[in-house]
């Protein structure tokens, strides 16, 4: 008999929904020097901040539905 196995999954959706959060808010602290390095312009639909956010909230859904 193991440890996990006591360990309710409402658990192990909270901690790694806990790690995508704490994720999202490591790339929100990202500067906009570091993520328009090499982009030929600076438009809004290009900063990778928002995307990675849109990423990270489906992952987020995703994990919590399924």
Do not use: C
């Not at 806990?18 to 390095?37: M, P, Q, T």
């Not at 990675?52 to 994990?63: E, T």
């Amino acid at each position: 008999m193991s440890f996990f196995e006591h360990v309710p999954v409402f658990s192990g959706k909270v901690l790694i929904t806990f790690l995508y959060l704490l994720l999202a808010f490591w790339v929100i602290k990202r500067s906009k020097s570091f993520i328009y390095e090499g982009a030929p312009t600076k438009r809004n639909w290009r900063d990778l901040r928002f995307w990675a956010l849109v990423l990270i909230g489906i992952q987020i859904a995703l994990y919590l539905i399924f």
